[in-house]
């Protein structure tokens, strides 16, 4: 099992798909802590970042990777634009050269991608972002991996740690962007951005296995 271009703009679409499904309930997620938009930006981000990529002639997985980022970038304000599009840009920079990434390549792109998130927005694992699905997520698909399991068993410990992290969100209380002022009042909701984020890991780890429920 390899994870080619093809695979990625499958993932874009079922990433744009299930945003936008989910948008209202990301905006009511943001909504305990900060302005309720996150849903509706998050939502315009992937459709202009689809866009970007299926206007596009099919590229290498790095070009499709960097076609989808610059399209989230071009649409979305705030923190919100530099943070996601410097995930896809950090995954495509680690697949460059590659016309495929196998399960250690795949790993080596989460984990670029992570540095990049982290290089802009500073945010660490329990500051109550994003950072807290995908960083155990990266967590578990390597150690599923050093035990020797295949491409699909460490994308599925990886999505099942990224909910994980979503739930763990609940008990914290945010230190980043607009919510860290919402101080308490954060607790008992999941995070907006850590919830988005799974979806993504979900929708990546779905398309990759042929399972195309995160586009419905």
Same mark, same amino acid.
């Given at each position: 099992? #390899?994870? &080619?271009?093809?695979?990625?703009?499958? #993932?874009?679409?079922?990433?744009? *798909?299930?945003?936008?499904?989910?948008?209202?309930? !990301?905006?009511?997620?943001?909504?305990?802590?900060?302005?309720?938009?996150?849903? &509706?930006?998050?939502?315009?981000?992937?459709?202009?970042?689809?866009?970007?990529? @299926?206007? #596009?002639?099919?590229?290498? !997985? =790095?070009?499709?990777? *960097?076609?989808? =980022?610059?399209?989230? !970038? #071009?649409?979305?304000?705030?923190?919100?634009?530099?943070?996601?599009?410097?995930?896809?840009?950090?995954?495509?920079?680690?697949?460059?050269?590659?016309?495929? $990434?196998?399960?250690?390549?795949?790993?080596?792109?989460?984990? @670029?991608?992570?540095? @990049?998130?982290?290089?802009?927005?500073?945010?660490?694992?329990?500051?109550?972002? !994003?950072?807290?699905?995908?960083?155990?997520?990266?967590?578990?698909?390597?150690?599923?991996?050093?035990?020797?399991?295949?491409?699909?068993?460490?994308? @599925?410990?990886?999505?099942?740690?990224?909910?994980?992290?979503?739930?763990?969100?609940? *008990?914290?209380?945010?230190?980043?962007?607009?919510?860290?002022?919402?101080?308490?009042?954060?607790?008992?909701?999941?995070?907006?951005?850590? &919830?988005?984020? $799974?979806?993504?890991?979900?929708?990546?780890?779905?398309?990759?296995?042929?399972?195309? =429920?995160?586009? =419905?």
């Amino acid at each position: 099992m #390899s994870y &080619t271009g093809t695979d990625f703009r499958r #993932s874009a679409a079922a990433i744009t *798909s299930k945003i936008s499904a989910e948008c209202m309930h !990301l905006c009511e997620l943001d909504s305990a802590v900060g302005d309720g938009d996150h849903g &509706t930006t998050i939502q315009r981000g992937t459709k202009a970042g689809l866009e970007k990529l @299926q206007t #596009s002639p099919p590229a290498s !997985l =790095s070009e499709d990777l *960097s076609s989808f =980022s610059m399209g989230m !970038l #071009s649409s979305m304000g705030g923190a919100s634009g530099p943070i996601y599009g410097s995930f896809f840009m950090g995954m495509a920079s680690a697949a460059k050269g590659h016309e495929s $990434a196998d399960a250690p390549l795949f790993l080596a792109m989460l984990k @670029q991608g992570l540095a @990049q998130i982290q290089k802009i927005g500073k945010a660490e694992a329990g500051d109550k972002t !994003l950072i807290d699905s995908l960083s155990p997520a990266i967590q578990a698909y390597e150690a599923a991996l050093a035990e020797g399991a295949d491409f699909a068993t460490c994308l @599925q410990k990886m999505t099942a740690a990224a909910w994980a992290g979503v739930e763990h969100t609940k *008990s914290l209380i945010s230190k980043r962007g607009r919510s860290r002022y919402a101080g308490e009042r954060g607790i008992g909701s999941p995070d907006a951005g850590a &919830t988005s984020m $799974a979806f993504m890991l979900e929708c990546f780890a779905n398309t990759a296995t042929g399972d195309k =429920s995160c586009a =419905s």
